[in-house]
């Protein structure tokens, strides 16, 4: 069983910054697409951003330009560089791991952004 560990999450006043880290166990990291998902109250759960084995990324159109995810396959870790931050960008952040179309998910991290 894949595990996802999740850290970085806090309270943060518009403007700021904040870095979500995900670490992952596993052998099939360096393989996996990573995910950064979040769901705000009341609302779907959404794709924030996505990066493949070979690095490529995608962002949701409301993050673009403002948030950057990385990945360090050594250290089996994902990485949500968020700044800019809105108040409306406060939700859960969850960590996401694919792998033979199979969806690993972490605990979720509290994101807050206060104006």
């Known amino acids: 069983q894949v595990q996802l560990v999740e850290s970085g999450g806090g309270l943060v006043q518009a403007g700021g910054s904040l870095r979500l880290s995900c670490a992952a166990s596993?052998?099939?990291?360096?393989?996996?697409?990573m995910g950064w998902y979040r769901q705000a109250p009341g609302k779907q759960r959404e794709l924030v951003a996505s990066?493949?084995?070979?690095?490529?990324?995608s962002y949701a159109d409301s993050v673009k330009g403002r948030f950057t995810i990385s990945r360090d396959n050594a250290r089996n870790t994902v990485y949500l560089q968020m700044n800019s931050l809105k108040p409306e960008d406060t939700a859960v952040y969850y960590c996401?791991?694919?792998?033979?179309?199979?969806?690993?998910w972490g605990q979720g991290t509290q994101v807050t952004v206060s104006s």
């Open positions: 996401n791991q694919r792998v033979y179309l199979r969806d690993y």
């Open positions: 596993g052998s099939l990291f360096s393989i996996a697409i």
């Open positions: 990066i493949t084995s070979g690095g490529t990324t």
